[in-house]
């Protein structure tokens, strides 16, 4: 039982290392076997079955140790103010997934990469419990800002999240290694995607988007970025 829980947890640090590097289409589930220093060839398809599943399962063990971050944010604020704010929500909703980032980590890159379509399909069967915290922000962030129309919001919330995993990402590739100025870089990022994000969220909308709203369908497309975390119960 260890033997095989070791190896299931080698596979999946390999895999998230190779995706986040080469992209999840570049790799072969007997690439990720062979780096992962499994004899078995097939070791790989043997515990997760699919590429699809690796993916999720690789996303439901970080996203869980984020969400638990972000929840301890959330449980302090609310303990200061039950209404926390437009800014310490956004704070909240960033800061967690930007404290991964460093010159060795990988997330932040494989959450691009999984973030397109198609692979964000891959995530439909996630555990909603890893991502419970992101809801409770988006809900209060709709409470807060109810004066939007709910598919704008939702649009500037997938908005300010593919800006804030990609942003991310290209900080996470760019790092140097064994810079002590790299801890200044990603926080002073984190703030700027926090204001940007306060930014876009509390900007007026605008009588063109007002009359462009009233006469369409206003259903996100399949293939738009965010959509499992972004829907009547996330967006408003």
Same mark, same amino acid.
């Given at each position: 039982m260890t033997r095989g829980t070791n190896a299931r947890a080698a596979i999946a640090a390999e895999a998230l290392r190779m995706f986040a590097e080469r992209g999840i289409d570049a790799v072969s589930l007997r690439e990720i076997t062979a780096a992962a220093g499994q004899r078995n060839k097939s070791a790989a398809q043997y515990h997760f079955g699919t590429k699809e599943h690796l993916v999720r399962e690789i996303f439901e063990r970080n996203a869980h140790e984020v969400n638990a971050r972000r929840q301890r944010l959330l449980d302090a604020l609310s303990t200061r103010d039950p209404r926390p704010g437009v800014p310490d929500l956004v704070d909240a909703l960033i800061r967690p997934l930007a404290e991964t980032v460093d010159e060795h980590s990988h997330y932040a890159r494989f959450l691009a990469q999984v973030s397109l379509h198609p692979w964000i399909d891959a995530l439909?069967?996630?555990? &909603? @419990? *890893?991502?419970?915290?992101?809801?409770? *922000?988006?809900?209060?962030l709709a409470q807060h800002l109810d004066h939007v129309p709910t598919p704008i919001l939702r649009t500037r919330l997938a908005l300010g999240m593919t800006l804030t995993v990609h942003a991310l990402?290209?900080? @996470?590739?760019?790092? &140097?290694p064994a810079d002590p100025d790299n801890a200044r870089r990603t926080a002073l990022l984190t703030v700027n995607l926090v204001d940007s994000l306060v930014g876009s969220l509390t900007a007026a909308v605008s009588p063109a988007a007002l009359d462009l709203l009233a006469n369409g369908n206003d259903a996100p497309a399949s293939g738009w970025t965010w959509p499992l975390l972004i829907g009547a119960e996330g967006g408003g």
């Open positions: 439909a069967a996630a555990d &909603p @419990e *890893v991502t419970s915290s992101i809801q409770a *922000v988006f809900t209060a990402a290209a900080c @996470e590739r760019s790092l &140097p």
